[in-house]
């Protein structure tokens, strides 16, 4: 067991929370700003809201007295675990509460976390994540406790519990520009994905097919990926427009992208392609099939795992890509943190950044997914 | 499978002619806050005396948006008149130092070499500054470029942060320099990458690194927020840099009224009214959307 090795031992452990937690009250939790560039004042914790700051230090306190009252120890360890998930989500109930009266509606006021919201943030995840397996749950428990926290998020974002704190208020003057970002966005990386996938897959076969193209295949996709995104946006502003296909705006993004997007996915089309079983395809010559009913039913079955993982990194891959798209008028989420650099304005970065960070988590689960369905559909 | 060719091809006839009565201006700018705010502006004027337009505001960098107004790509977006000193070489680099001049020269140019209409431009001047803190231009008396000098060079505490470019092209801090007899060492300036001012009054402000001046433009909002004071160039050696809506050629033909459009609402648009309107987007982070819609509402130009 873990829990036995000295560095995580329980006596340390255990005196780390409070040390940690007292250190957490102490630094400032939130700053508030008159406006969005003026210098803020602190509020912490033991001084300004020293009711939230009671309460999270229960969260950080309680396992530590249930320990010297000789609790057993399995029940302080599930105690202090639940606690850490909890945590999070009373720190950031407690932040909007707090935030809502200093920045009504319609003020211009921002408050935003500091020092120790982030510290509690942290800590919080790290312990549960160090706790959980000393727990004994089961692990449909521990996944399902995993969800609370975006729960409680989604919750406060729809009733508004939030809208006091910095970032909703750069939501908020954003209005419905913000969902149109995030729609081009998901447009221009998911056509880029899907360019990337069919370029990609068809390089794979070629390059597994002809020996020959397998290097020039290869030593173009690599070249491109070592151009920065923005000198290769420049490099297609003249051919395109030479086409009539626009040298600005979605074209050339696209067309960025989805060559981005190829390489992984020709990259593991053929190295899915090269690591197929000769004996399984032996035995589909040996059965009589033609050259197409060998590649339908047994090369693409057997291959599309590998080269689905491909298209999944190549999905996480283009939707941080696009960011960079903003700059040559194809809009997406980047032109809000553009926007915002160019304000000095790190909510306004943030959120630009974060959904691209959802997005990016959302599609490699989603993936994730989608490759098990297919690995199963294989073996059985 | 004939009638349903027929009468795709039909309704494409009817889309492809309607779309050829009724071209929709595009109406870009560049991705900062004044060029979302003057485009926003463009974009509500012009759709208020019932003109289509589609909304690229914040397009891209300068470069960019130069681009695609060459290729047509956009029609209509915000310049600054002093930019046609770099866009045409070998003009006379004073007159860019006289507003009406200037603006007469790149209208004239732009529409020999590409075509492009200038129109009318706002009498406000985004010109490259040097801002000061507050508290140093009170305690030293500092209000114009002049006094600076004269502080710099008896020895006063200067340290200045500013983009690689407003440091080392020979018409901006080197400029300054000679105009007004002063020298900067090494240790007085701090570069910063890219030409961004919230960037450099930020750091006055908060007198990062000991910095107490910034490279500032004219218009920016910031400046009265973060208590810091702009010189006054009293010997003019910075080009004026008026903002002006530049027109594509083929809508330049197309729509023959945007000047009489735009120039009464540029008119107005003077340097405390942009410094204003920039600082509602930039200090109070409301939307270039929100700003550009209350500031025509209130002024009637917009209902």
């Known amino acids: 067991m873990a829990g036995k090795s000295s560095l995580f031992s329980w006596a340390s452990f255990a005196w780390a929370f409070p040390a940690v937690g007292g250190l957490m009250l102490l630094a400032p939790w939130l700053q508030v700003k008159a406006n969005r560039i003026v210098e803020g004042t602190s509020r912490s914790l033991t001084f300004d809201d020293p009711i939230w700051g009671s309460v999270l230090l229960v969260f950080w306190v309680l396992p530590l007295l249930l320990a010297l009252m000789g609790v057993p120890r399995r029940t302080v360890v599930r105690v202090a675990w639940a606690g850490f998930v909890i945590l999070p989500c009373v720190l950031v109930w407690a932040a909007g509460a707090v935030a809502a009266p200093l920045s009504p509606p319609g003020s211009f006021a921002r408050v935003s976390p500091s020092w120790s919201f982030w510290f509690n943030l942290l800590g919080a995840y790290a312990g549960s994540v160090v706790l959980a397996p000393l727990t004994g749950f089961s692990r449909k428990w521990l996944s399902a406790a995993v969800g609370l926290f975006p729960l409680v998020l989604v919750l406060g974002l729809v009733t508004g519990a939030f809208s006091g704190l910095s970032l909703l208020k750069e939501y908020e003057a954003q209005g419905p520009v913000f969902w149109t970002q995030v729609q081009t966005h998901l447009i221009l990386s998911g056509v880029a994905v899907a360019t990337g996938a069919v370029l990609g897959t068809s390089l794979g076969w070629v390059a597994y097919r002809l020996d020959r193209f397998r290097e020039p295949v290869f030593f173009f996709l690599n070249l491109i990926q070592t151009l920065p995104s923005l000198a290769l946006f420049g490099l297609l502003i003249v051919p395109l427009a030479a086409l009539g296909l626009g040298g600005i705006g979605a074209t050339p993004a696209l067309v960025a992208l989805g060559l981005y997007a190829a390489f992984p996915v020709a990259r593991s089309t053929l190295t899915a392609l090269d690591h197929l079983d000769q004996a399984v395809l032996d035995a589909g010559r040996g059965l009589g099939m033609s050259r197409g009913q060998l590649f339908l039913r047994v090369q693409v079955p057997l291959a599309l795992p590998v080269v689905l993982e491909g298209i999944r990194t190549a999905s996480v891959q283009a939707v941080g890509n696009t960011v960079v798209a903003a700059l040559i008028g194809a809009g997406g989420l980047g032109s809000l943190i553009f926007l915002g650099l160019g304000q000095y304005a790190p909510d306004l970065i943030l959120l630009g950044t974060l959904p691209v960070m959802a997005l990016a988590l959302g599609l490699d689960q989603a993936w994730a997914l989608v490759v098990g369905l297919f690995q199963r559909r294989v073996r059985t | ?303």
Do not use: C
């Open chain 2, 1 to 303: 499978m004939k009638k349903l060719f027929a009468l795709v091809l039909a309704s494409l006839l009817i889309v492809g002619g309607l779309s050829a009565q009724a071209k929709p201006l595009v109406i870009g700018s560049k991705i900062d806050t004044e060029g979302a705010l003057l485009g926003k502006i463009i974009v509500k004027v012009l759709t208020a005396h019932g003109v289509a337009v589609i909304d690229k505001t914040a397009f891209g960098t300068t470069d960019i948006v130069r681009k695609a107004i060459l290729a047509g790509e956009i029609d209509v977006y915000p310049e600054y008149t002093g930019n046609g000193g770099f866009l045409f070489s070998g003009t006379d680099p004073l007159v860019w130092k006289d507003a009406a001049k200037a603006w007469a020269t790149v209208k004239k140019l732009d529409l020999d070499k590409n075509g492009l209409v200038w129109l009318t431009p706002a009498p406000a001047n985004n010109t490259w500054a040097i801002a000061v803190r507050g508290d140093l231009a009170a305690k030293e008396k500092l209000t114009t470029l002049d006094d600076l000098g004269r502080y710099i060079a008896k020895g006063g505490a200067f340290k200045i942060a500013g983009s690689e470019e407003f440091l080392s092209r020979p018409d901006a801090l080197p400029a300054f320099q000679t105009a007004y007899g002063f020298t900067l060492k090494k240790d007085q300036f701090v570069s910063v990458s890219g030409g961004n001012t919230a960037l450099t009054e930020k750091a006055a402000s908060l007198g990062t690194d000991g910095v107490n001046a910034a490279m500032a433009y004219g218009t920016d909002g910031a400046i009265a927020a973060l208590n810091l004071v702009v010189l006054t160039d009293t010997k003019g050696v910075q080009p004026v840099y008026q903002p002006a809506p530049l027109v594509g050629a083929k809508a330049a033909q197309a729509q023959p009224n945007l000047d009489a459009y735009l120039a009464p609402v540029f008119r107005t648009l003077d340097l405390v009214t942009l410094q204003t309107l920039n600082a509602r987007i930039q200090v109070n982070g409301e939307s270039a959307d929100a700003v550009a819609t209350d500031y025509l509402t209130k002024k009637g130009f917009v209902k």
